[in-house]
């Protein structure tokens, strides 16, 4: 069975800094690209905006234009774990992460599998 578990979220002043784990377990870490969606306060499901994600694989990374400087995303494939590091936060970085898997990394991100999401809220 595949679990995803977010942990890290929380409440943080615009400008400072929240860093996101999460720990993966039930499926082949290599073979996946592991990545960060979000959905915003107020946003219909269908509306989560693909934060960031990393081709295990090869490393390949994609992150979206409004978190590009920003964001940091990498993993430890020993560990099955995924990190965001998340810096200069904005009022609008609010919303709930999720801890997502899919075959493929990309603006266009098929997610399979999804965390419980973890609420990161940022205050102005």
């Known amino acids: 069975e595949v679990q995803l578990v977010e942990s890290g979220g929380g409440l943080v002043q615009a400008g400072g800094s929240l860093r996101l784990s999460c720990a993966a377990s039930?499926?082949?870490?290599?073979?996946?690209?592991i990545g960060w969606v979000r959905q915003a306060p107020g946003k219909e499901r269908e509306v989560r905006e693909v934060?960031?994600?990393?081709?295990?694989?090869?490393?390949?990374?994609y992150y979206a234009d409004s978190v590009k400087g920003r964001f940091t995303i990498s993993s430890d494939n020993a560990r099955n774990t995924l990190t965001l590091q998340m810096n200069n936060l904005k009022p609008e970085d609010t919303a709930v992460y999720y801890c997502?898997?899919?075959?493929?990394?990309?603006?266009?991100?098929?997610?399979?599998?999804w965390g419980q999401g973890t609420q990161v809220t940022v205050s102005s």
């Open positions: 997502a898997a899919s075959q493929e990394c990309g603006i266009d991100y098929p997610v399979t599998s």
């Open positions: 039930g499926f082949t870490f290599d073979d996946y690209a």
């Open positions: 934060v960031s994600c990393i081709s295990s694989s090869d490393g390949t990374t």
